[in-house]
Nanobody
């Protein structure tokens, strides 16, 4: 089972940028499609972005398309989320997750692998 640790959250002003990272343990990282999600108190978890096992395909939620970019480095067992043009409504706890298929990342809000990171807080001030 892969274990995930997010980093890179923090406080940023509207219009600013942050780069989140998600480091995976183990040697099987490249066998997982990866996704980024976020959640705020009282709201349902929201899908943001997905990337295939090789990194060749990506998908984005409409709410972040054109502002966020997902990427991965399989040699470093890490997936990234570059977030630009941040807005106050982007404030949330951000999570990465490991899925068995890219299709599942886009269609399931919880990975069958149950592999989630602990989350990293992103706060965008107005």
């Amino acid at each position: 089972q892969v274990q995930l640790v997010e980093a890179g959250g923090g406080l940023v002003q509207t219009g600013g940028s942050l780069r989140l990272s998600c480091a995976a343990s183990g040697r099987t990282f490249s066998t997982y499609a990866m996704g980024w999600f976020r959640q705020t108190a009282g709201k349902e978890r929201e899908f943001l972005a997905a990337i295939s096992k090789s990194g060749g395909r990506t998908y984005y939620a409409d709410s972040v398309k054109g502002r966020f970019t997902i990427s991965r480095d399989n040699a470093k067992n890490t997936v990234y989320l570059q977030m630009d043009s941040l807005k106050p409504e982007d404030t949330a706890v951000y999570y990465c997750a490991a899925y068995y298929t890219l299709y599942d990342v886009v269609t399931l809000l919880a990975p069958p692998s149950n592999a989630w990171g602990q989350g990293t807080q992103v706060t965008v001030s107005s």
